[in-house]
């Protein structure tokens, strides 16, 4: 094939002539450093080619090597516990090769090829197979088993297929199709900017436990579902997206860090081998992928790196997994879109950015779902997408929150106002929306307690009425409330303060179970009516303000999830202090006279 000639380098963009032979999305080696680039526009013999390294130094007349393969990644065993770059390089071989920096043009294979892995086939030699079929599996980490399955376009009777110690290019099976033999390892290929098949979308209906109890008690997401974070910097995003990469009850997590500092995704890699996963008991670094593309890596490969990851995320999908993706930062991403689009000299959308921002947008959320996948029989699997947003200032009509929220499901709202008063995490419970309250209610009963749904909406009804209490606080004053309005801002406080306000790092409460958050939440409304009936029952609202029991309640997040006795305790304590005001104040009446 004919090597192309560079005639111009912008940044990260690179022009080159005499590439009429290749296609768009090409991968190409630029200069003979062989740096990675891809052909993002063709004109006739010229090609317009996006390099994910450093371009410095490269110049006209240098040449361009193509490949004739699109912009793909590695999949197989040996993903989990791996960090890559934006272009699935393997930073830790990387590292031993290089040392601490990545110099340009390094190659390193993405999984590694001289690991023996013990393959135990659960298919039978002349069992009919299609794409998608389990062949056998392989126990990757201790939290996962990793399914090969027939590739796409293989159809055909299983001819040889052995359980046995194999490395990822060995055969492990061979099937006859009608084309001839095919012979299958535990490696495959696909092109990131294309969605993996399944059979049809479903609909998502099982919840995604957070251990957030803002977000499982007021703002759910579903398994396969989208949400967004935005919010300005220092709110929190960063937080809540690795809070969800910790805990939230996905069997497979991919998290890609795109354009954001260093020294987060430092948190991640020193954090995740530690923490322990509370259903399986391994340490979470054993269902991860990690995707690093930092604010000092090159901006264009970060623009591939949401792709890079979504696609291993839909290879996992496709063995029948939930699985979830963060994207942190979406901002970063569409800012590199920007660049390359500039440099191109594309007609400019809404503040520079290119016109296709919200196709791209809604074409990367459009790949999570709940899917019934590809394969003979009946196989689910789910993937769900959280990205944070992060607009200049927090400003939502920002183009890309704009183009966001048109997409996903779930707003979680984060508030510097908030993050200024130290309530975090700083979702907002006023604007702030899940769209799937509907779609979970079933499983919301079922998983968290079957009357959840008015648990909840009573929750909200308070918060709701603060907010318009407030306001005439700030007109007339807090005298001007009626006694039972102000138990009403008492509980609201409550709410905000023991419930959703939750440490991300404070050992116990870092993670909340659906069963501790509804016993907090009940036990904080049991309060509420205790307090109003005994109003009712004439103990003055000051009495009521100042009970003990309201310091077990703020502490009750604290109290490890072994030890849930604890909150039963509560509850019979606020039940007898309120008891012994009432007779007190009734014997008062009676002495009284009233
Ligand atoms: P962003 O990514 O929006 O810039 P970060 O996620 O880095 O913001 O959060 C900024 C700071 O806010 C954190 O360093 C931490 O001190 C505090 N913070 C955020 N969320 C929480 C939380 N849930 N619990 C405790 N502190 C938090």
Request: aromatic share 6%; hydrophobic share 40%; net charge negative.
């Given at each position: 094939?004919?090597?192309?000639?560079?005639?111009?380098?912008?940044?990260?963009?690179?022009?080159?002539?005499?590439?009429?032979?290749?296609?768009?999305?090409?991968?190409?080696?630029?200069?003979?450093?062989?740096?990675?680039?891809?052909?993002?526009?063709?004109?006739?013999?010229?090609?317009?080619?996006?390099?994910?390294?450093?371009?410095?130094?490269?110049?006209?007349?240098?040449?361009?090597?193509?490949?004739?393969?699109?912009?793909?990644?590695?999949?197989?065993?040996?993903?989990?516990?791996?960090?890559?770059?934006?272009?699935?390089?393997?930073?830790?071989?990387?590292?031993?090769?290089?040392?601490?920096?990545?110099?340009?043009?390094?190659?390193?294979?993405?999984?590694?090829?001289?690991?023996?892995?013990?393959?135990?086939?659960t298919a039978?030699?002349?069992d009919e197979v299609e794409t998608g079929d389990i062949l056998?599996?392989?126990?990757?980490?201790?939290?996962?088993?990793?399914r090969?399955i027939v590739?796409?376009?293989?159809k055909?009777?299983?001819?040889?297929?052995?359980?046995?110690?194999?490395?990822?290019?060995?055969?492990?099976?061979?099937?006859?199709?009608?084309?001839?033999?095919?012979?299958?390892?535990?490696?495959?290929?696909?092109?990131?900017?294309?969605?993996?098949p399944y059979k049809r979308k479903l609909r998502p209906e099982n919840?995604?436990?957070?251990?957030?109890?803002?977000?499982?008690?007021?703002?759910?997401?579903?398994k396969g579902?989208?949400?967004?974070?935005?919010?300005?910097?220092?709110?929190?995003?960063?937080?809540?997206?690795?809070?969800?990469?910790?805990?939230?009850?996905?069997?497979?997590?991919?998290?890609?860090?795109?354009?954001?500092?260093?020294?987060?995704?430092?948190?991640?890699?020193?954090?995740?081998?530690?923490?322990?996963?509370?259903?399986?008991?391994?340490?979470?670094?054993?269902?991860?992928?990690?995707?690093?593309?930092?604010?000092?890596?090159?901006?264009?490969?970060?623009?591939?790196?949401?792709?890079?990851?979504?696609?291993?995320?839909?290879?996992?999908r496709d063995m029948g997994y939930s699985?979830?993706?963060?994207?942190?930062?979406?901002?970063?991403?569409?800012?590199?879109?920007?660049?390359?689009?500039?440099?191109?000299?594309?007609?400019?959308?809404?503040?520079?950015?290119?016109?296709?921002?919200?196709?791209?947008?809604?074409?990367?959320?459009?790949?999570?779902g709940r899917v019934s996948v590809l394969c003979s029989g009946n196989r689910e699997g789910t993937l769900?997408?959280?990205?944070?947003?992060?607009?200049?200032?927090?400003?939502?009509?920002?183009?890309?929150?704009?183009?966001?929220?048109?997409?996903?499901?779930?707003?979680?709202?984060?508030?510097?106002?908030?993050?200024?008063?130290?309530?975090?995490?700083?979702?907002?419970?006023?604007?702030?929306?899940?769209?799937?309250?509907?779609?979970?209610?079933?499983?919301?009963?079922?998983?968290?307690?079957?009357?959840?749904?008015?648990?909840?909406?009573?929750?909200?009804?308070?918060?709701?009425?603060?907010?318009?209490?407030?306001?005439?606080?700030?007109?007339?004053?807090?005298?001007?409330?009626?006694?039972?309005?102000?138990?009403?801002?008492?509980?609201?406080?409550?709410?905000?303060?023991?419930?959703?306000?939750?440490?991300?790092?404070?050992?116990?409460?870092?993670?909340?179970?659906?069963?501790?958050?509804?016993?907090?939440?009940?036990?904080?409304?049991?309060?509420?009516?205790?307090?109003?009936?005994?109003?009712?029952?004439?103990?003055?609202?000051?009495?009521?303000?100042?009970?003990?029991?309201?310091?077990?309640?703020?502490?009750?997040?604290?109290?490890?999830?072994?030890?849930?006795?604890?909150?039963?305790?509560?509850?019979?304590?606020?039940?007898?202090?309120?008891?012994?005001?009432?007779?007190?104040?009734?014997?008062?009446?009676?002495?009284?006279?009233?």
């Amino acid at each position: 094939m004919k090597q192309g000639v560079i005639i111009k380098v912008s940044g990260p963009l690179v022009v080159a002539d005499n590439m009429s032979d290749s296609k768009m999305f090409d991968v190409v080696k630029v200069s003979d450093e062989g740096l990675i680039g891809e052909i993002i526009e063709l004109h006739g013999d010229k090609a317009f080619i996006q390099v994910y390294e450093e371009t410095g130094g490269i110049g006209p007349g240098d040449p361009v090597y193509p490949t004739s393969m699109p912009l793909s990644v590695e999949l197989g065993p040996g993903l989990i516990t791996s960090i890559y770059d934006g272009i699935q390089r393997p930073l830790s071989v990387i590292r031993d090769q290089v040392g601490d920096y990545i110099t340009r043009g390094v190659v390193a294979e993405p999984l590694d090829r001289s690991k023996v892995w013990d393959f135990t086939a659960t298919a039978k030699e002349g069992d009919e197979v299609e794409t998608g079929d389990i062949l056998g599996e392989i126990k990757e980490t201790v939290a996962v088993v990793h399914r090969v399955i027939v590739p796409h376009h293989v159809k055909g009777k299983v001819k040889k297929l052995k359980s046995g110690q194999y490395k990822i290019d060995d055969t492990v099976c061979e099937i006859e199709a009608k084309d001839g033999i095919k012979k299958i390892t535990m490696v495959q290929k696909w092109p990131v900017r294309v969605p993996r098949p399944y059979k049809r979308k479903l609909r998502p209906e099982n919840l995604l436990i957070t251990g957030q109890r803002v977000v499982d008690a007021f703002f759910p997401l579903a398994k396969g579902g989208t949400a967004c974070v935005p919010g300005p910097f220092g709110s929190g995003k960063t937080v809540i997206q690795h809070q969800l990469a910790k805990w939230a009850d996905a069997e497979i997590i991919v998290y890609i860090g795109c354009g954001e500092r260093g020294n987060e995704m430092t948190d991640v890699l020193l954090e995740f081998p530690h923490l322990k996963d509370p259903k399986s008991g391994a340490t979470l670094i054993n269902r991860t992928v990690l995707i690093a593309n930092t604010s000092n890596m090159p901006v264009a490969a970060r623009e591939a790196s949401v792709y890079t990851g979504i696609t291993i995320a839909e290879y996992f999908r496709d063995m029948g997994y939930s699985v979830a993706v963060m994207a942190d930062s979406t901002s970063r991403w569409a800012e590199a879109m920007r660049e390359i689009s500039g440099r191109l000299e594309e007609m400019p959308g809404e503040e520079g950015y290119p016109a296709y921002l919200g196709t791209r947008i809604a074409e990367f959320y459009e790949r999570s779902g709940r899917v019934s996948v590809l394969c003979s029989g009946n196989r689910e699997g789910t993937l769900s997408t959280i990205g944070a947003v992060s607009p200049p200032g927090g400003d939502l009509s920002d183009p890309v929150v704009q183009a966001t929220l048109r997409v996903v499901k779930v707003f979680w709202s984060l508030e510097d106002k908030l993050a200024f008063q130290r309530h975090f995490p700083a979702i907002s419970w006023l604007n702030s929306y899940s769209l799937y309250h509907e779609n979970l209610e079933e499983s919301l009963r079922n998983e968290v307690a079957p009357d959840i749904v008015e648990t909840r909406q009573e929750a909200m009804k308070i918060l709701q009425e603060e907010a318009e209490l407030a306001e005439i606080v700030k007109l007339v004053g807090v005298d001007s409330l009626s006694p039972a309005d102000r138990i009403t801002l008492e509980t609201a406080r409550s709410l905000r303060e023991d419930f959703l306000h939750q440490n991300a790092f404070h050992e116990v409460d870092s993670y909340c179970s659906s069963k501790k958050m509804n016993t907090m939440l009940k036990l904080i409304l049991k309060l509420h009516h205790l307090s109003i009936d005994a109003l009712n029952g004439g103990v003055p609202f000051e009495e009521l303000a100042k009970i003990k029991v309201k310091e077990d309640i703020a502490r009750s997040k604290y109290i490890p999830e072994d030890q849930s006795v604890q909150l039963e305790k509560i509850a019979k304590s606020a039940e007898s202090e309120i008891e012994v005001l009432k007779r007190m104040y009734a014997q008062k009446d009676v002495v009284l006279g009233f």
